[in-house]
């Protein structure tokens, strides 16, 4: 990919962003294109205005095809089609601190792979550039990028502005920085939820008993994915009929509900399966995998014929509405489920069935 360097400064009193590059007819047909753009003899720079134009905006437009590099931050790599794989490799390769220092503030085993890869596009971003040379633009003009070209979602962007963040305020100890990028209002989206019928319909499709076991403890006790994985023989409690669920979302313990119908069938898979550290492990020993559990539901929810998309999460959703439901107050459930604000728990009030199933429609009482 060819460099274009860019400085912004005055000319005749009106602010440009000036280019400089090695003379290059495919650069200056590029550059060409765009409006607004003029050649200067005497400084041998191309510029564009300022207000219109901006090192952000010049790298979305050229993504793939030129990259734009502030004046002091040259390379002396510039990334090309010649590089070999080790050297590209090392160029995006995450410091080792990132992932060490996330490890120590004990972020679960997800986070810590989510914020990595989503850490490793960010340098892709910009080849050839030490990370800690990147600065507070070059951020934004990455997510402008997320937002623009990308269309990533809300969770999305807020996801990698968390995982850059980390590691410029947590590993290398910057001042805290907003990175606020102003895009469309997010429409408030109602969780999908099954009914209770529909997750004893869904339960049937499954015959196998560790597979039930798992799906079962779920919806039993509103768990998260990665809580029924990482759960221990000894976060079991039959006595208080309990269970821990230890570092879970924000570093926090809890205790949930078990089930006294789910109890039995977890003893015969003891006898059965006779797991050694974790309460699911696989054939192999050691921990069940995430995507194991998420092919459980998905065959299960095909084998009911749900037309709504069905996902571990919605078991989790499920049992929350149906305690609603059932006049369990809000700030037990809001323990159940580990959430630290209420308002992260309201949202089963708007689409709860309690209090609606006494509400007739209008329709109902035309003759018709």
């Known amino acids: 990919m060819k460099t274009v360097i860019v400085e912004n400064g005055f000319i005749d009193g009106v602010e440009k962003v000036k280019l400089y590059f ?79 220092t996330l490890s120590l503030k004990n972020y679960s085993r997800r986070t810590i792979r ?37 269309k990533v979602s809300l969770s999305h962007e807020n996801q990698t502005i968390n995982a850059i963040k980390f590691y410029y ?88 509900i078990l089930s006294a119908k789910l109890l039995p069938l977890l003893r015969d898979y003891y006898r059965i399966y006779k797991p050694k550290k974790f309460l699911f492990e696989s054939l192999q020993g050691g921990q069940y995998s995430d995507r194991s559990v998420q092919e459980i539901v998905k065959k299960a929810a095909s084998r009911a014929r749900f037309l709504k998309k069905v996902t571990v999460h919605t078991l989790r959703h499920s049992f929350a509405t149906h305690l609603l439901e059932r006049g369990v107050d809000l700030r037990y459930i809001q323990a159940l489920l580990g959430h630290t604000n209420t308002k992260t728990t309201q949202i089963y009030t708007h689409i709860t069935r309690k209090g609606m199933e006494n509400i007739v429609s209008p329709l109902d009482n035309l003759d018709i």
Not at 127 to 137: F, K, S
Not at 223 to 251: A, F, H, P, Q, Y
Request: proline share 5%.
């Open 22 to 100: 090695r003379e290059d007819k495919e650069i200056v047909d590029l550059l060409r294109t765009l409006p607004g753009i003029k050649y200067d003899q005497v400084r041998n720079c191309y510029h564009l205005p300022a207000e219109q134009w901006s090192f952000t905006k010049l790298n979305i437009r050229f993504k793939n095809k030129l990259q734009f590099i502030r004046k002091g931050f040259e390379s002396p790599l510039i990334w090309n089609e010649e590089m070999t794989a080790d050297v590209k490799k090392r160029l995006t390769e995450v410091p080792p601190e990132f992932t060490k």
């Open 169 to 256: 305020e947590k590993v290398l100890g910057r001042p805290v920085e907003k990175y606020y990028i102003q895009r469309p209002r997010a429409g408030r989206k109602l969780p999908v939820v099954l009914s209770e019928e529909e997750v004893a319909h869904l339960l049937r499709q499954i015959k196998n008993l560790k597979h039930k076991c798992i799906v079962l403890l779920i919806y039993s006790g509103g768990l998260r994915l990665s809580e029924c994985v990482n759960l221990e023989l000894s976060d079991i409690d039959s006595k208080r009929m309990l269970i821990t669920i230890r570092n879970s979302k924000g570093g926090k313990d809890r205790q949930t």
């Open 114 to 150: 989510t914020y990595t890869s989503l850490f490793r596009k960010f340098l892709e971003f910009f080849p050839g550039r030490d990370p800690e040379t990147l600065d507070g633009d070059d951020i934004r003009s990455y997510l402008l990028y997320l937002i623009e070209e990308r």
